[in-house]
């Protein structure tokens, strides 16, 4: 499906994709405001029902594959769900602005972006296949579309871009 004129209810992950499992708005549920999760940021309410949650208790498989460094189970993001796979494979800060701009600590590119992407993916197929027979809600979250937008933010002129760098022309494609 595509949805041509979509808001999201936040800037940011954390918030934002709280809302779309929660179906209410930050000032409700509460996720990303300073807390005691990880990097010092809380989750949603967890008295708040998630679709997963309400789904599951309905007899749904329920099943997610994320790859978003503030996706993480300490924020509560893994409640409701049969199987929650996360990449994982994130440095804790201050590295964590260079790791999501695609690059190591020293500047040079990893390409996590697009390895997680498909990483992520085969791990939602793989999990996708072992119960088709039930009523399935599978939520597959991938990292790759930040880099362009991280480096179509960040101008020349930004304190970040010496971190970021200039973005290849393949990787905008």
Avoid: K
């Amino acid at each position: 499906e595509r949805f041509d004129d979509a808001l999201a209810a936040s800037s940011w992950t954390v918030p934002s994709m709280a809302s779309v499992l929660t179906g209410r708005w930050p000032q409700a549920h509460g996720a990303g405001r300073p807390g005691r999760g990880w990097p010092g940021i809380g989750g949603a309410d967890p008295a708040i029902p998630t679709v997963q949650g309400r789904l599951q208790a309905a007899g749904w498989r329920t099943g997610a594959s994320v790859a978003n460094a503030f996706l993480v189970p300490v924020l509560g993001f893994h409640r409701g769900w049969d199987a929650y796979l996360h990449a994982d494979a994130v440095p804790r800060a201050p590295l964590l602005g260079a790791w999501l701009a695609g690059r190591t600590a020293g500047g040079e590119r990893h390409g996590a972006h697009r390895d997680d992407g498909f990483a992520v993916v085969d791990r939602a197929l793989a999990w996708w296949d072992q119960g088709r027979s039930q009523a399935t809600l599978l939520w597959v979250h991938l990292l790759d579309p930040h880099t362009p937008y991280h480096h179509a933010v960040l101008g020349p002129d930004h304190p970040l871009f010496p971190v970021v760098g200039a973005v290849p022309g393949e990787d905008l494609d």
